[in-house]
């Protein structure tokens, strides 16, 4: 994907206002062009990023009124289309406990969508050409779904930043996902080669900073809401927003030369924040 | 040579109890039990214990052991005790010893009928600065202590389990919260007499207690209150113990305590800066702040030893437990009731 540069939409949103959001994000969508995108395929899902016991505004996880205002826009739109939230467990990560515990069950209810726990699933194997797998185990609930990734904008003490391309991380068919933490950029790569995600929307309204994150670090109020459809420019501009060189961040560069995205982009929409991590 | 069988073979008996026995000479472990096979027959092999069991009734037929360790979940503490007990064993318990007070109460009555030695663990009384602070409190340092204000928080214990046995209905209140009551009841020398509990669950959804504040009141006048949580930011165990003529402050985690006398100086401050940093250091360099509270096991497991052997005291026995079960008994049911004052007297009268 050299060469290309992609359009990355900001909107700045500095509180977790159902209304708000979901004119936020309906504005990155419009622009995007992605529920016309979305109409090909039977099942949409959305993947979350609980990676830990805490709550929504200790900024570590997905914030239940995003998953709520995508799950409006997106209901509106397919009454009747397979709606699917999903995150795996891991060492840290009870994830059907969270569903209930952080009021996500709810939500899933109130607008019919299915709550999937991606190690309790059917997996597939995939084969690819990655740097550290050639085949990979992957959930079969992604295949023939349009595919969401909903993370948040933090810091990562192990991969320098989380956002979209490390949300997928979560997707491995394995509990101790620490196993792979000495290869962890190559797997991050790997696993998005094997499920890329069509629609990428970051989450940085409370982000997390500091050197304690991606479970506890420092709440940071960047107010600020990233789509885009290349995970690779996304996660660019987060890299950028958060204070490091995009080429700097292992998984982004291992990714943008697996052909995953380009590290080329330009911002539509809001200028970018402007705030310490 | 006393023989020992070990109930539950997860974490702390791993890390904890086992490690410790099997450097103590005159103690044997015969058998370990625990419903998962595969588990109970990995620890067994690990540390050389010749027999292992799935179920209790068997061990406690199949083998002749004088004591028994118990390091189940809590809520199974109080049918697997009173079984012991009940076979004229010896049990050394994992805080807390149940979850409420009648249960407490039925043990303690139980191991006094039958004459046998019910003890409860609490490993982190024995860090030295504790110990230390708890010297100088019954040595009169602090004149009279009048106020104990504790703060225990921890994150939810995702991180080393993923049993999910604690969410249930008391949640915090019985995870690290039994370390702090044992504290404040040992520290305030006194029977606790009324409690007054606020918080609950403060998670959309949670179904347990994940947030709370207790108030205590003892029988000698001594008024504590502690604070505890998962939902916090930092993981903290403080201890201000408030006299007449003093305070200390006790950083348990750290193993670090301050004593304060009149009006701090900054040359007071800059000393016990120093001294907090020369801790840390000691305590990084050897070892002990990473193992924690783990190291104080070898201590707690000769003492239960030599109580059994009648050469000595052990600290918290069943009875002494009934102390710290009625606090977060009575907690649990204050914040139930929406905060309603729970008296001992109504816990002893029913």
Redesign the interface.
């Known amino acids: 994907m050299k060469g290309i540069i992609s359009e990355i939409v900001v909107v700045r949103q500095h509180s977790y206002i159902l209304e708000k959001i979901s004119h936020a994000l309906r504005k990155i969508m419009n622009f995007l062009g992605v529920i016309d995108e979305m109409k090909i395929f039977d099942s949409i899902i959305i993947k979350l990023n609980l990676c830990?016991?805490?709550?929504p505004d200790?900024g570590t996880i997905t914030h239940?009124v995003i998953l709520e205002a995508l799950l409006k826009i997106l209901r509106e739109v397919f009454p009747e289309k397979r709606i699917m939230a999903a995150e795996g467990d891991s060492?840290?990560?009870?994830a059907d406990?969270y569903i209930?515990?952080?009021?996500f069950?709810?939500i899933l209810r109130k607008y019919d969508a299915e709550w999937v726990n991606l190690l309790k699933v059917k997996r597939i194997k995939k084969r690819i050409d990655g740097y550290y797998f050639k085949e990979i185990e992957v959930p079969a609930v992604f295949e023939g779904a349009y595919f969401i990734t909903l993370p948040k904008l933090k810091t990562n003490i192990v991969t320098g930043i989380t956002a979209s391309l490390k949300n997928q991380y979560g997707c491995l068919c394995v509990l101790k996902k620490n196993v792979y933490h000495d290869v962890v950029d190559e797997v991050i790569v790997d696993i998005n080669l094997a499920i890329k995600p069509h629609l990428c929307i970051v989450d940085g309204i409370v982000g997390m900073g500091g050197v304690q994150g991606p479970a506890?670090g420092i709440p940071i109020p960047a107010g600020v809401l990233i789509g885009g459809k290349d995970p690779v420019a996304v996660d660019a501009l987060c890299a950028r927003i958060i204070g490091f060189n995009p080429r700097s961040i292992k998984h982004i560069k291992l990714a943008a030369k697996a052909g995953l995205g380009s590290l080329k982009y330009r911002v539509v929409g809001d200028p970018m924040p402007r705030v310490n991590f | 040579m006393i023989k020992v069988g070990l109930i539950g073979a997860g974490m702390i008996a791993r890390k904890g109890h086992l490690p410790a026995l099997k450097r103590m000479s005159g103690v044997e472990v015969v058998a370990v039990v625990d419903v998962n096979e595969k588990v109970a027959e990995r620890v067994a092999r690990e540390f050389s214990i010749s027999k292992y069991y799935t179920d209790l009734d068997e061990m406690l037929k199949g083998e002749d052991v004088d004591a028994l360790i118990v390091c189940t979940p809590t809520p199974t503490h109080y049918d697997i005790v009173m079984k012991c007990v009940n076979e004229g064993r010896s049990v050394l318990v994992e805080k807390p010893l149940c979850i409420k007070y009648e249960e407490a109460l039925d043990i303690a009555k139980a191991a006094e009928e039958q004459g046998v030695q019910v003890c409860v663990v609490y490993n982190y009384r024995y860090f030295p600065a504790v110990v230390r602070a708890y010297r100088r409190v019954i040595k009169g340092y602090l004149g009279r202590v009048l106020t104990l204000n504790g703060t225990i928080f921890s994150h939810f214990p995702v991180a080393w389990t993923r049993a999910t046995w604690l969410y249930h209905e008391g949640g915090v209140l019985y995870d690290f919260l039994p370390h702090m009551v044992d504290m404040i009841v040992w520290f305030s020398g006194g029977k606790p007499c009324k409690v007054v509990s606020f918080g609950g669950d403060y998670l959309p959804s949670g179904g347990f207690t994940n947030h709370a504040q207790i108030m205590v009141e003892f029988d000698n006048g001594v008024l504590s209150s502690i604070s505890t949580s998962w939902l916090m930011g930092t993981q903290i165990f403080n201890l201000n113990v408030h006299g007449t003529a003093g305070h200390i402050f006790l950083d348990v985690r750290y193993n670090f305590m301050k004593e304060i006398h009149g009006t701090p100086t900054p040359l007071d401050d800059a000393i016990s800066f120093a001294q907090y940093m020369v801790n840390v250091v000691k305590g990084v360099l050897s070892g002990y702040l990473f193992v924690g509270a783990l190291a104080h096991y070898p201590i707690i497991l000769r003492k239960f030893m030599l109580s059994l052997r009648r050469k000595g005291r052990y600290p918290v026995t069943a009875r002494e437990e009934l102390d710290r079960v009625f606090i977060l008994d009575a907690a649990l049911t204050s914040i139930k009731s929406g905060g309603r004052m729970i008296s001992r007297e109504e816990y002893e009268r029913h």
């Open positions: 830990d016991a805490r709550t200790t239940p060492g840290s990560v009870l406990l209930k515990w952080f009021g069950e709810e506890f």
